[in-house]
């Protein structure tokens, strides 16, 4: 840090906006203790009366997830008008993103450009670092990788080991973090691993753009998998580090609004965040969810497939001041292909690709079966009416559209459009 919380990165171009703060937690939920002090005490010291928190989604590094801090945060300046101090603030928590995964508009130095062996040393490593204490079983998984083997032992072997390499470390948090409603199966592992081997590689390399060979598939079900492991971590991280963090703010800064923001897991993560708030707590004015990764169901009060049961974040809504915004978008290929075909459960025929409406993320069409919820497209957002109160659900497929391959539009989302639909959920300056 330098100065009074604005950020030189180490490697990285220094953050376009000031003042910026930084907050980072660990797996387990727990934050950087100084840096949260640091927030708190200077967003109360400069008057600061709108603090937009961004929470990264499938990054692996700070550099990245602060270069597309950097980009998003840009336009914000220059889209208020006078009596609005604002100020920024990055969630850094571990997440991951693997080689071939590109990021729309980085540089090639940032994003994959050439990327090395997919599952090379370099990812070995990152995986690694996400899983302590799982070392041999990410080197088996890179050594089948690897030698692509063509038998129907070693594929049953490979799921043994991803099995394993997810599986929540005894007495962790985030096995009851996995669950985006109610009718999903609590499990340690996602249910798709109960499937006959084979027939799931096949599966996954049919979806591949374009279709790939068996072993294809099964670099895919280790994505997906790891996937799995980084939605329940978005959880914990949200529920017991953000949501506690933001009630220590509300109470130093009690005259700071807060705006959240969240792309892909992060979306879920200022979700749960906003569940985890402590009671009283009204510090947050507007949350806006950028091609979140979970469900669309994930607010509703009811499920239309099952009365009886209703969404992991029913009712979280009411304790937002203004509007809770889902940005969305048909361009989405990751959320459109891989999302259903992860998430759905293993003894259900129903939602196989192109899918049904059970398995669908919120970041593909917006909210679903929430009493109220209202849809908007882009342009209706930013020049007409805007919801006070509520689930809001936008299309921003005109502006959300670039990016190639199986991952379509998932990760373009810096876009100064978005950062006015900020603003106007929260109700920020002019």
């Not at 971590?233 to 005259?255: F, I, S």
């Amino acid at each position: 840090m330098r100065g009074a919380g604005f950020a030189t990165l180490a490697g990285v171009a220094e953050m376009s906006v000031s003042p910026y703060w930084e907050l980072t937690f660990d797996a387990e939920g727990d934050v950087n203790p100084a840096q949260r002090r640091r927030l708190t005490e200077q967003a109360a010291g400069r008057g600061i009366t709108d603090l937009v928190v961004f929470a990264h989604g499938w990054n692996n590094d700070r550099s990245i997830a602060s270069r597309m801090y950097s980009r998003f945060f840009a336009p914000f300046p220059g889209l208020v008008g006078d009596g609005v101090r604002l100020g920024f603030a990055g969630v850094v928590w571990p997440s991951m993103r693997f080689t071939d995964e590109p990021v729309p508009d980085f540089e090639p130095s940032v994003a994959a450009g050439q990327p090395p062996p997919w599952f090379g040393p370099v990812t070995q490593r990152v995986v690694g670092a996400q899983f302590p204490g799982r070392d041999r079983a990410v080197e088996r998984i890179g050594e089948l990788l690897a030698e692509r083997p063509d038998d129907a032992e070693h594929p049953a072997e490979f799921l043994r080991l991803v099995r394993h390499l997810i599986t929540p470390a005894p007495g962790s948090a985030a096995a009851a973090f996995g669950a985006d409603t109610d009718d999903e199966r609590a499990a340690d592992v996602p249910l798709m691993l109960e499937q006959d081997p084979r027939t799931l590689f096949e599966e996954f390399a049919e979806v591949q753009d374009p279709p790939g060979l068996l072993w294809d598939g099964g670099k895919e079900i280790l994505r997906q998998a790891t996937y799995y492991a980084m939605k329940r971590r978005a959880g914990v991280v949200g529920e017991r580090g953000l949501g506690p963090a933001l009630g220590r703010l509300a109470k130093e800064a009690p005259r700071t609004r807060v705006h959240l923001v969240g792309h892909s897991f992060g979306a879920r993560l200022v979700s749960f965040a906003v569940k985890g708030l402590p009671a009283g707590v009204t510090a947050v004015g507007s949350v806006t969810l950028l091609q979140g990764a979970f469900s669309h169901y994930a607010f509703s009060d009811r499920l239309p497939h099952d009365k009886d049961r209703g969404g992991a974040l029913r009712g979280v809504q009411r304790r937002v001041r203004g509007p809770v915004v889902a940005s969305y978008s048909s361009h989405d290929g990751a959320l459109r292909t891989f999302y259903p075909l992860a998430s759905r459960m293993a003894r259900d025929s129903a939602g196989l690709l192109p899918g049904g409406e059970r398995w669908v993320a919120l970041g593909y069409d917006g909210f679903r079966a929430v009493p109220g919820g209202r849809r908007l497209t882009l342009a209706d957002a930013l020049d007409g009416a805007f919801p006070a109160k509520g689930c809001v659900s936008v299309d921003s497929s005109a502006v959300v559209c670039h990016g190639g391959g199986a991952t379509g539009a998932h990760n373009d989302v810096c876009h100064p459009e978005l950062a006015r639909l900020v603003l106007r959920a929260g109700r920020v300056g002019a």
